[in-house]
């Protein structure tokens, strides 16, 4: 079975450690810094993972998946971005 790329492979775990570093600061201080970091933190997982889609190396029912998991993490950084905007109205 072909394997993605090194490089794209390195790209989702730098993102995906940045974005559960995120989350866990979001949950914990609530402020909207934290909250846009985690927006920031979704949105890097989604791309990485359409990197990791477009990877014509990789069956194409695997890319399939990774364009599904891209959505739900774009999805995920639409919510946070909302909740961050709700954040910094309260904060004012």
């Known amino acids: 079975m072909a ?3 090194r ?3 390195a790209r989702w775990n730098t ?3 940045e ?3 995120a989350l866990f ?3 914990s201080i609530g402020d909207a810094r934290a909250v846009v970091r985690l927006a ?3 949105s890097a997982v ?5 990197i990791l889609a477009a990877d014509l190396a990789v ?3 695997a890319r399939h998946a990774c364009s599904i998991a891209a959505e739900e993490f774009e999805r995920r950084a639409r919510v946070e971005e909302s909740r961050a905007a709700l954040a910094e109205q309260d904060e004012e």
């Open 3 to 5: 394997r993605p790329s």
């Open 7 to 9: 490089e794209a492979v």
């Open 15 to 17: 993102a995906y450690a």
């Open 19 to 21: 974005q559960t570093a």
């Open 25 to 27: 600061a979001a949950s």
């Open 40 to 42: 920031l933190g979704y």
């Open 46 to 50: 989604a791309q990485a993972w359409r």
């Open 59 to 61: 069956p194409l029912w």
